[in-house]
């Protein structure tokens, strides 16, 4: 019966696993309650191809209990009910693991058929997702169960389960595999830090290898580069990932670095994502650029418009421009922190009513009811400005804005303050 080499190859302790140092190294926690014999319920989080079955399967084995895996996308309560009903049986002497994979995809109800099992002590669950569970979990699953954290892997992390795998695909075929200069490098970085994918590749480039007379097979960097193309990127527009990017995306501009600015706009349009980076774009130039730089939008909206008209691949042309041009600009978030100011203050309830003379007086009546009677029309006054009130009495003396620092606002600022300073000379 055929076994895929990633399963063949399944690490059996914990010293054998990829990556994941911070807790399966020397003294990290997951390790030490592993040792320790005594499992709690846990949630593994991470990407996939990190290790997070094997190292289900390892507790298993190292405690002497019986593994059960389903795959939350298939299975049911039922399926559940079904695994519990053999706990303190022959079948399952030392006590039941169960291993629920993409737990995510089980419902409210389903997840909560769970809650009683966890509790019990009979039956240990470890619960596996690649999206983030404090988003896709309930919270009476997650209040009794650890979450650890699976990190992707580096091709660093990657590459000595490469040569361990074209070791064992030599052993196994009676060959003897040469490997062109970066080849295996090739494999294990181009895999995106999932380990099944590598030896996927791996398996592949054995079987499309013809041997010589002397049973000798190369793997080629051409092969290599060929199977594993587009490989070393995780991307899901519905995932962690997703946003993940997006956020990195902003930071990077709003840090004002143009290198990695392009990296993750190169990371979304790889996954073919367009309407994400535009819009993210146009809202960096108002909340990150701002007032320091107000013409940043429209230029940006030139941009954006440009690469929807484009569509992709040319579309990442005019999207790098934007994207470089952000990060290069001055910055500011006075904008975007008058606004939220102004909107913290309605959801307290500071807000008041409208001063009488801002009311609207264009209908007959106004007058009567003292409506707009006392507006000072700010054009007839020098530099268009007479001192009024604007804010309501209750909240008269907020201040919502205050100017950045940078060369446009604090001209403005320079400019304002001496209007302000002529107002008050002619009174």
Known sequence: MYR???????????????????????????????????????????????????????????????????????????????????????????????????????????????????????????????????????????????????KPLTGEDVLPAVHRAVAYMEEKLSLKAKAEEGALEHIAFASGGDVRKALNAVELLFSASVPDEKGNVTIALDDAQSISQRSAMRYDRDGDSHYDILSAFQKSIRGSDPNAAVHYLARLLEGGDLPSPCRRLLVIAAEDIGLAYPQAISIVKSCVDAALQLGLPEARIPLAEAAIFLATCPKSNSAICAIEEAFADLKSGHTGDIPAHLKDSHYSGAAKMGRGLTYIYPHGHPNSYVKQQYLPDEIKDRTYYSYGNNKIEQTCKSYWDEVFKSAEKGK
Do not use: W
């Open 4 to 150: 895929p080499l990633a399963d063949e190859l399944r690490p059996k302790n914990l010293d054998d696993v990829c990556g994941q140092k911070h807790i399966l190294g020397q003294g990290g926690m997951l390790r030490r309650i592993i040792e320790s014999g005594r499992i709690p319920n846990l949630i593994f989080y991470g990407p996939s191809g990190v290790g997070k079955t094997t190292v289900a399967s390892i507790i298993a084995e190292q405690t002497q209990r019986k593994l059960y895996k389903l795959n939350a996308t298939t299975a049911s309560s039922g399926d559940v009910r079904d695994i519990i009903a053999q706990v303190d049986t022959l079948m399952a002497p030392g006590g039941i693991l169960l291993f629920l994979d993409e737990i995510q995809y089980f419902n409210k109800k389903q997840q909560q058929t769970l809650l009683e099992h966890m509790e019990s002590g009979k039956i240990t669950i470890i619960a596996s997702t690649t999206e983030n569970p404090y988003f896709y979990v309930y919270n009476a699953i997650l209040s009794r169960a650890t979450v650890f954290e699976f």
